[in-house]
């Protein structure tokens, strides 16, 4: 939450705008980070996956059981 709002006024200050013009975008980003962080599969999570394990050369378990839940609201 700070992070996004230090952004949001690192931009309002660079281009000389008021904070809640790119509010929207800024929260938008932010919502879109985090569903990208929490998500529990799909091709770029299994594409990291196989890139630690070729880097590594260990094999990465993974738990299918687990089911991770996207939030948009915290509050």
Do not use: C, H, P, R
């Amino acid at each position: 939450m700070v992070a996004l709002l230090g952004l949001n006024f690192g931009i309002s200050i660079l281009f000389n705008v008021s904070f809640v013009d790119y509010s929207f975008f800024v929260g938008l980003l932010g919502a879109v980070v985090i569903y990208f962080f929490s998500s529990s599969g799909g091709f770029s999570s299994n594409n990291l996956d196989m890139l630690a394990q070729a880097t590594t050369g260990f094999k990465m378990e993974t738990n299918s059981k687990e089911e991770k839940k996207f939030y948009t609201s915290i509050f």
